[in-house]
């Protein structure tokens, strides 16, 4: 790989690659992903590609919405993609209209019956400790209640996205990095019904009051390397950001919530495909580098992934790819470049390569064995 990209560096870019500027806006807020970016980031990008209304934007690996959310919020057509059916199923909460005196009804009829207490012994191991007694009795009588009394399976995931978001501030739920673990400085748990319908309610109130643009979103389960489900040449623009390299598989970190709201999702292909299986390398994009297995099976699924963006991007059509470089025990491996390499080799021409944010790698937390990128490749399609 012959190395030419100069790599600007933009670093008051940095904090609109994170999801911390969402934490305060309607809609966005309903789920907290720290590994998402933010509404800013998707309108300066939309606005530098010149986007405007009539055009249909895609993310192909979409998370919790942010990118189409922020279409409805403009009034552009979008199409996300995820290959999870937990950040679906929030996305597509997200990014949907509703009847504010459907909801309101709805909410009226769950707060008007009778607390039955559910037998929670089925509910063992780890994840009881995640939980109070009562808390975990709430949670399992409400999200009974919802799925029995809600036939209207928009209206049903409005409400368990709501209970998903009680129960995660009512638990003791800790997320260091891919682990969860349980925190124990929480003296007494607020109740979690309480909280359920405080949440509900400041939802129904982002829904009257920033209603979104009469446009299309559309979010599919799928994978972002086979994106049969979409025609050659039918997207104007993408902004995404795939995993990074080496940092967290999504399931691992999400687990108290796939067994609670999904059961059985297991069977589901809901992993982080990108770089989970080392070994099946059919053909490797990058021979002539030097590269942990990981890294290998990762860019070779980039390559897949770019390989489609390319496919149904139209000519003339602009894409922004936000990534990371990945730590590994004795090096880092750089993202941004080798994306910028792929992207050129499935036909795109590489517009710019910015550096938003670097960090000092250690390994065992002490050892400092260099630095890593997070940057935007911006890409377009002659
Ligand atoms: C960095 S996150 C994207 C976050 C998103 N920008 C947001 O703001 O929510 C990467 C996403 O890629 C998804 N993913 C992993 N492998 C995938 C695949 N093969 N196809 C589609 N999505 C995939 C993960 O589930 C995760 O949601």
Redesign the pocket.
């Known amino acids: 790989m012959e190395v030419r990209y100069v790599v600007e560096e933009r670093y008051d870019l940095g904090r609109l690659v994170t999801?911390i500027p969402n934490k305060s806006l309607p809609r966005h807020r309903w789920f907290f992903?720290k590994?998402?970016?933010s509404r800013d980031f998707v309108g300066l990008m939309l606005s530098r590609f010149g986007a405007g209304r009539g055009d249909t934007v895609l993310?192909?690996?979409?998370?919790?919405?942010?990118?189409c959310l922020t279409c409805r919020e403009l009034g552009l057509d979008s199409v996300g993609?995820?290959?999870?059916p937990l950040?679906t199923m929030v996305a597509r909460v997200k990014v949907r209209d509703y009847y504010v005196d459907k909801l309101r009804g709805l909410r009226d009829g769950l707060r008007e019956e009778r607390f039955r207490r559910p037998g929670i012994e089925h509910v063992k191991g780890f994840l009881r400790q995640l939980f109070s007694r009562y808390a975990l009795e709430d949670l399992i009588f409400l999200r009974e209640l919802i799925n029995a009394k809600i036939q209207d399976e928009e209206y049903r995931e409005f409400f368990l996205l709501a209970l998903m978001k009680a129960a995660e501030e009512t638990s003791y739920i800790y997320r260091d990095g891919a682990v969860v673990k349980v925190r124990r400085d929480i003296p007494k748990p607020p109740s979690l019904r309480r909280m359920f319908f405080r949440i509900v309610k400041k939802m129904i109130k982002d829904v009257e009051d920033h209603p979104l643009k009469p446009c299309e979103a559309v979010i599919i389960q799928?994978?972002?390397?086979r994106l049969d489900m979409i025609e050659d040449e039918s997207i104007d623009y993408i902004i995404?950001?795939?995993?990074?390299l080496n940092k967290i598989e999504?399931t691992k970190v999400y687990w108290p919530e796939y067994e609670l709201f999904f059961p059985g999702g297991k069977e589901a292909p809901m992993r982080?495909?990108?770089g989970l299986n080392p070994r099946n390398i059919p053909k490797d994009p990058l021979p002539d580098v030097e590269l942990p297995p990981v890294a290998r099976a990762y860019f070779h699924?980039l390559n897949d992934?770019l390989a489609e963006m390319y496919r149904v991007l139209r000519r003339g059509g602009r894409a922004a790819v936000?990534i990371g470089g990945g730590v590994f025990p004795d090096k880092v491996v750089e993202v941004d470049i080798p994306c910028a390499y792929l992207a050129e080799l499935n036909g795109f021409e590489v517009d710019r390569i910015i550096a938003v944010n670097k960090r000092v790698a250690t390994t065992r937390r002490v050892i400092k064995i260099g630095e890593t990128r997070e940057s935007i490749v911006l890409l377009s399609k002659g």
Do not use: C, K, M, Q
Not at 81 to 84: E, L, M, W, Y
Not at 222 to 225: L, S, V
């Open positions: 999801f992903f590994e998402g970016f993310d192909p690996f979409v998370g919790v919405g942010t990118t993609v995820d290959v999870s950040f799928g994978d972002a390397r995404t950001s795939p995993p990074y999504y982080s495909y990108l699924d992934a936000v």
